[in-house]
């Protein structure tokens, strides 16, 4: 099983809303397939899903658009499950760091995040999930069950000192994983960008991670 790597490139200055930042990273030509079905026996379903990434040295810059046959989002408060609703993750360590951190958002740009220490969990608080943004093409705060599926596409900013960086810098290397999951979606699935092979699904593997080098 090979891990995956990729290239985030430095985003232009002059993009400095998400609005920008979403009209910037939409029309590149390059993106990033979250594909990987590792557990196909049991959760076959994969909806089309695919990613962008930038950085600035204030923080890193996500872009994800996915089409699936079930849209829903029944959680709009800080550290519910979304993991449960439609929803993207990004799991990232700091290369040289033992933590990693889990950036979990359904469809609607509701967060629940955290890091691990070996066997220990941390949420981070309310305020802390107050500093990352959220820009998404579905109503913010509005709960949704579309079960006719359809389009939707979401845009974060995750500042660096949340991920222990005063900023980042050109030629970091990071370990990363990214994610489509829907566990009380129908179909419910599991994908990710790197492959994963554990029995069950479990996105809390960082020895599967893949890298990141920022350009």
Same mark, same amino acid.
């Given at each position: 099983?090979?891990?995956?790597? #990729? =290239? ?12 920008? /930042?979403?009209?910037? #990273?939409?029309?590149? %030509? !390059?993106?990033? $397939? ?21 950085? $600035?040295?204030?923080?890193?810059? @996500?872009?994800? *658009? /996915? ?8 959680? !709009? $408060?800080?550290?519910?499950? /979304?993991?449960?609703?439609?929803? =993207? ?5 700091? &290369? ?20 691990? &220490? *070996?066997?220990?969990?941390? *949420? ?8 990352? %943004?959220?820009?998404? $093409?579905?109503?913010?705060?509005? !709960? ?19 991920? +222990?960086?005063?900023? &980042?810098? +050109?030629?970091? #290397? #990071? ?9 009380? &979606? ?25 890298? /990141?080098? @920022?350009?």
């Amino acid at each position: 099983m090979s891990m995956k790597k #990729l =290239v985030a490139n430095q985003l232009p200055e002059a993009y400095s809303t998400l609005e920008a /930042v979403k009209s910037y #990273l939409s029309t590149q %030509e !390059t993106f990033h $397939s979250i594909s990987e079905v590792n557990w196909r026996k049991d959760f076959p379903y994969a909806p089309l899903v695919s990613f962008q990434i930038a950085w $600035s040295k204030e923080g890193l810059y @996500l872009y994800y *658009r /996915v089409e699936e046959k079930h849209i829903k989002a029944v959680h !709009t $408060s800080y550290n519910e499950p /979304v993991y449960k609703d439609s929803c =993207v993750e990004m799991f990232i360590s700091p &290369l040289g760091n033992e933590e990693y951190y889990n950036f979990e958002f359904n469809c609607i740009g509701n967060i629940l995040a955290g890091k691990k &220490l *070996r066997d220990e969990k941390a *949420r981070f608080t309310e305020q802390e999930l107050s500093f990352i %943004e959220t820009l998404s $093409s579905l109503p913010k705060g509005k !709960t949704i069950d579309n079960q006719a599926g359809g389009r939707w596409d979401l845009t974060i900013f995750i500042p660096s000192w949340l991920i +222990q960086k005063e900023e &980042l810098k +050109q030629g970091e #290397l #990071l370990k990363a994983n990214f994610y489509k999951c829907g566990d009380a &979606l129908t179909p419910s699935h599991y994908l990710s960008w790197s492959p994963i092979n554990t029995s069950k699904p479990s996105f809390h593997q960082p020895q599967f991670f893949g890298e /990141v080098i @920022l350009n």
